[in-house]
């Protein structure tokens, strides 16, 4: 159906409001879409999916899409929008469970969990179809080109969303005649509109079924869902711990590194057999059946890079598998039990496994596990994430040094103190949670404490050698964390200035800190889930950073911890997780009076190999430091970067979070060189869930700067000629104040309103894919400022 553009009639004059501001409608106009120009029906995969993926899914790819519409499958589209939102930190009860192709399979199914269509209408007005009507008024009302929105057009990540149905488009219209699709975005071409109208109006036809799997690829699918699915009780064990430590992987095999990725999960059928999924809330829930069978299943959406997060499976795997769980020195009595007090607390699941396989499990791919806490189904989070420092290093406890590996008994003894708050799934009683979490890290660090001492009576204190060394190869040994307000990126390597903080993690940490934020956690769940999640991960957090202390003189730990605390010196967790290694010393000869920095520098002298290439971007002490393969426009990129890397003023507080920044060489396009500039907030303490404002720094706060992209949701991008480049640093070092700052977004940004944003999208996307074609996934512009 093509038709004219149509005014739609109102039964009651509605006001406009925007923002906080209100005034009387007038009768909004749709625009006219482009109609079928042929008699050829429009292919999903080949015209409209593209046109989803490089235009939508940018803002509709993860559980914080607006009104849950997923726009990364048919199945997204089919399924359609919903009022009740993910995130909602306030309810009183758990969600119910709105999982894309895992809690419902049909449109039918999702239309009695509360979804409605996008793609279907009852309402003649307009075009029916709510899709279409929101692009027609996009169409109706375009965004002026390269100029700010107003400033009371609704952006926050946490507004109010009215998600209306096409019965209430009418009514939607005319309150938000600027909300529109694209929101608040450079508007589409007239061949992508074609596009999308046309194929609605033509039926919305589905895709054809996927393609075959490469014939590769099922033969590995049939060797790992046998290795999966052995029948000795030793193996089924093994198999239940790997599926809950790989739920959220993207699994992909090592001579297939482009994909087909896949998820793993529990199914009623066996291998050979069409899939029947057992959805649980969680990873360790009662399947509710004894025959199961763990499968491999391909992702047929689009790839997203905010849940992306990849594990390589190969020959190589599956023995390193085989020597660490089957080929070890245990045998189980019996399967662990699926209740929730036994199956959240991983330490008493798997007590017959030997604590050394599970950590080295964990060690030797620490950058996943690490990246599955900041990376997984939890696509926002400030409340979460304000529980870390901007930009920390982390390094790991060697398992000969640690006394959970080496002491049989220590576990054993201590197992019952290190439950997690997923033993007590949406349970209200937070404050009740509060004290019994207290009172059993207060136990477990003076268990802890004594143990240590045992196997150390001379009180030596750790030597450098208790740190882990990726055993001389592997660099997942040093990796470094960057939160951006309510989300996080992990990286190998020690990246970026030396951070105000650094973790230490042992085996008992780092297994918490996965069940907590990531086995345990629960998306859907309630309040009270959400904030003792977030209060339990203050003690880990705290019990890392004061492992790190541990290898500092004693003399200085106190004073370096109280810096990293100001003002939380009467915070409950802070007291319960005092340092405990006050009494014994160091191993270590320190020969600065800065021993944080010394001690950080000593671990990444240890061993080249593992700490990888110097950070010269960033840590570049007689600048120019120029990178041996450097082209000459990321020469200059970088001498123009190094003088203001790590540095503080006014200036890097205008920053957002997190911006891309590509730096263009005019005659030379395929020299074209990406970064990503990240701004380092400074807090007096993050020990306190809220008021997060009062707490910072802002003349702390720097700069790091990375090759490449750094993070799933940038915030700005920058566009420089790199004849320009030192006059941009420049500029940026002047700035004073937000004025100068839009200033200088007028010269180099790439607003959101933009005539070249979406190709400037579509570049970034396409070099992604080039430098790291396994990794790469469609970034989230959902956080895109209005700068």
Sequence with gaps: MSRAATTLGFLATPLLCLGMTCAQAPPVELATLPGPTGSESISFDEEVKPVLDHRCVVCHGCYDAPCQLLLSSYEGLERGASKEPVYQ??????????????????????????????????????YGALLLNMLALGRARPVIPDARLPEDFPLAIDRTLSCATDAEFETYASEHPLGGMPYGMAPLTERELGVLSTWVQQGASPPPAAPPLPRAAVEQVEQWEDFLNGTSLKQRVTSRYLFEHWVFAHLYFEDLPTGPFFRVLRSSTSPGTPVVEIATRRPYDDPGTEDFWYRLVPIESTIVHKTHIVYPLGESRMRRLAELFLESDWEPAKLPEYDASEG??????????????????????????????????????????????????????????DMSVVDDVFLNETKDLLSLPGENESDLAVGRLWIKYNIAQRRYLAARKKFYALHDPDDLGPSLDALWDGDGHNRNAQLTVFRHFDNATVVKGFVGEIPKTAWVIDFPLF?????????????????????????????????????????????????????????????????????????????????????????????????????????????CGKPPCDSPKATLVEKRAQRAFQRITGRTGAWVSELPEMAFLIVRSHDQPRLDASYTLVHNRAHTNVAAMFGEDKRLIPEQDTLTIVRGYLGSYPNLLFEVDVDHIDVFTQTLEAIENATDFEKFVDRWGVRRTSPRFWSTLDWIHQDARQRRPTQAGIFDFGRYQNL
């Design 344 to 401: 959240s607390n991983p330490f008493a699941t798997f007590a017959e496994i030997p604590a050394r396989s599970r950590y080295q499990f964990l060690l030797d791919d620490a950058q996943y596990f690490v990246m599955t806490f900041i990376r997984g189904p939890v696509c926002r989070g400030q409340i979460a994430v304000s529980v870390i420092e901007d930009n920390f290093f982390v390094a790991f406890l060697d398992p000969d040094r």
């Design 511 to 619: 297994e918490r800190i996965y069940y907590d934020l990531v086995a345990n956690f629960d998306v859907f769940g309630n309040v009270g889930h959400q904030i003792s999640t977030r209060l339990y991960m203050d003690h880990l957090r705290m019990q890392s950073e004061n492992l790190f202390l541990a290898f500092l003189p004693a003399d200085r730990r106190q004073e370096i911890r109280e810096s990293w605390y100001v003002g939380a010196e009467r915070d409950r967790s802070y007291r319960v997780n005092k340092i405990i290694s006050m009494d014994h010393g160091t191993q270590i000869q320190f020969e600065t009076d800065d021993v944080k920095k010394e001690l950080l520098e000593k671990i990444l002298a240890r061993d080249p190999a593992v700490a990888g290439p110097p950070d010269l971007l960033n840590r």
């Design 89 to 126: 930190a306030t309810r009183l009860l758990a969600a119910p469970l709105t999982r894309l192709e895992i809690d419902a399979q049909t449109a039918a199914e999702w239309r009695e969990k509360k979804f409605h269509s996008v793609l279907e209408s009852s309402n003649t007005e307009g």
